[in-house]
């Protein structure tokens, strides 16, 4: 790729590179349209969780309390779960192909060696899988930055192994099976997530390597003012990421 046409190409694209990923990311979410919940009890549980979440005239609470009515509270969807490995039991569970999400979750945990905790899933096994569920994928390598104002990082091995959609269903799936709501999330992407739009700025890069390279990208005037800074490697960092 030649200088100059890494740089135009750069600053054509570079503003809109975030937004194209929260559209990714928003239409992974509204991909989910078979997940539901159960009872009125449930129902409330749904409501609180999304009320201080919700903007108002927003539909997305509406949405979430039509999956919920979908949910066949007569069948059941089985999880079996390690305590430790939270994460690497829902990958299994959501890729089974035998998973229904119209189907009431039912969770039973098992230690390191195997053996079953006693008990019978009423509720609260399935709600307790779910929050561990939403601590596992906020401390992912999908997500970045401060607690509860994490933004999206990209990660090789989660784009292989399509971490990002089973993402979107863990967090779909908490909200409407009645667990708790994504609240490690930056204003950033809730706003795109729920409005469809957000403004990000070049504070909300939370990889200082990254905020760094974005930075002198953005504060050059010409192509000579990026060759300058031969450390930085712009040129071939612009590269990598798919601007040609």
Not at 111 to 130: H, I, Q, S, T
Request: net charge negative; with cysteine; hydrophobic share 35%.
């Amino acid at each position: 790729m030649s200088g100059p046409d890494c740089f135009d190409r750069y600053k054509k694209e570079a503003s809109s590179l975030d937004q194209d990923n929260y559209s990714s990311y928003l239409t992974l979410v509204a991909t989910i349209s078979e997940d539901s919940s159960e009872d009125e009890g449930l129902r409330q549980a749904i409501a609180a969780s999304m009320e201080s979440h919700i903007v108002e005239n927003v539909p997305v609470k509406k949405i979430l309390m039509e999956l919920a009515g979908k949910i066949n509270a007569k069948q059941q969807c089985r999880f079996n779960i390690n305590r430790s490995a939270v994460w690497e039991g829902a990958i299994r569970g959501f890729k089974r192909l035998s998973y229904e999400p119209n189907l009431m979750m039912s969770v039973k945990f098992s230690d390191d060696m195997g053996k079953n905790e006693e008990g019978v899933d009423l509720g609260g096994p399935r709600r307790e899988f779910l929050r561990l569920l939403m601590e596992s994928t906020a401390k992912s390598p999908m997500f970045e930055g401060k607690e509860n104002n994490k933004n999206f990082a990209l990660n090789s091995i989660a784009l292989r192994e399509d971490w990002y959609y089973i993402a979107g269903r863990a967090i779909a799936v908490s909200l409407v099976h009645g667990g708790p709501p994504p609240n490690f999330l930056s204003p950033i992407v809730f706003s795109q997530l729920v409005d469809g739009s957000a403004n990000p700025v070049l504070e909300d890069i939370a990889d200082a390597d990254l905020l760094e390279k974005v930075k002198k990208v953005s504060e050059s005037t010409t192509i000579e003012d990026l060759e300058k800074s031969e450390h930085l490697k712009l040129c071939y960092w612009i590269s990598t990421a798919g601007i040609k």
